[in-house]
């Protein structure tokens, strides 16, 4: 029984929760906004240091979400799903 509860919580911990899938979006909308701060202020304004500070703060931001969407991403992929292991269990 003990071996039973364990696997099913090692599984439960092993996939993404429902709470990280809304911060993996949340993140790729914020992705999609910078990016799109970045290409408007770098057509639209004049080169100042002001601007060069604040796009390369809005690259830091970029590449630090972008990191994390990288790692939810492998994370799921790595999660195994219930749908692949059911033909399996049937199977045996």
């Known amino acids: 029984m003990r071996q039973i509860v ?3 919580e090692a599984d439960v911990q092993s996939r ?3 709470i990280e899938f809304e911060m993996a979006y949340q993140a790729r ?3 999609d ?3 799109f701060a970045i290409k408007h202020a770098e057509q639209f304004t004049m ?3 002001t601007m060069r500070e ?3 703060q809005l690259l830091d931001a970029l590449e630090r979400l972008e990191g ?3 790692r939810f991403q492998a994370r799921s ?3 195994p799903s219930s749908q692949n292991r059911r033909p399996l269990e049937a199977k045996g």
């Open 6 to 8: 364990e696997t099913i």
């Open 16 to 18: 993404p929760s429902a």
């Open 29 to 31: 909308v914020a992705i």
């Open 33 to 35: 906004r910078i990016k």
């Open 47 to 49: 080169p100042c240091d």
């Open 54 to 56: 604040a796009g390369l």
């Open 68 to 70: 994390l969407d990288r």
């Open 77 to 79: 992929r790595m999660a």
